[in-house]
């Protein structure tokens, strides 16, 4: 069997495609799980603060601090037998949210409606980003909820914190449902 | 170096093995109908490709009913892993000596 070289570059380059489509799919589907999580944690915390904002909106951090175990316990269940724990995701994570907490709370003087807008955005804004290398499923998702988010902020009106449980909530887990497939 | 591999030269058998050795040893590997859409195959053709794959025990097929629903995992042997590290090793030294 006699392959030329040109022949054998286009077999190459189409073993590279179907692997980088592999990969590709493997971070869609682990990050489906993550987003399908952090749906659930945000109907949750949202629809239970939009129904007892007195008694359940200074105890909202104990259901983001299950979310984020829960997203640790994904990263290590889903990592390949002896590979490490990904903690240059973990660490980015950490920095968005340190860098959100700083303006959130000491440099920005958010109100409860700001601070309430404010953390999805960021972290969809780092999905929007994070699709530039990964996948424009991620930017597709990041801008459309950030556009939903934003229109809410300024027409909701009372309505604000269930249109978040609503969008954040549902919209993350229909979104997680969907890149599972993609 | 090796010459070709007879068995994964074929393009749709080199996609299905890109796409199964992509995945790491200790993962489950890739269900029928990930496969046809990587490789473009309709279910026939993948079907017997991979007959000829598993034959030559690159891959391992395995057929169990999931909410009462078939479902077909493939993937790649040990020896599957080999051969295809080495196809693409010859593809790369065509590439290299030209």
Known sequence: MTIRSDEAAAMLADVDSVVAKVKQSRIYRLAALIMTLWGVVNLVRDGLIAIGPAWFGPRWFFVDALGVAGTIGILRYSASPGARFPVRTLAGFLLFYAFGWIWAHLLGHFGPRQQMAFWPTLFLFGYSVAGLWFGPAFTAIGLSVTALVVAAYFWAGGAFTLWLAVVTGGGFILCGLWMRRA | ?98
């Open chain 2, 1 to 98: 170096m090796d010459g070709p591999d007879d068995v994964i030269h074929q393009p749709i058998r080199l996609r299905v093995m890109a796409a199964l050795t992509a995945c790491d040893p200790g993962d489950e590997g890739l269900d029928f109908t990930r496969l046809k859409g990587l490789t473009g195959a309709t279910d026939g053709n993948l079907g017997a490709h991979l007959d000829n794959l598993a034959r030559a025990g690159y891959v391992e097929v395995t057929k169990a009913f999931v909410a009462r629903r078939p479902r077909t995992t493939v993937k790649a042997s040990p020896q599957g892993r080999a051969a295809f590290a080495r196809h693409v090793a010859f593809l790369k030294s065509i590439i290299a000596g030209a």
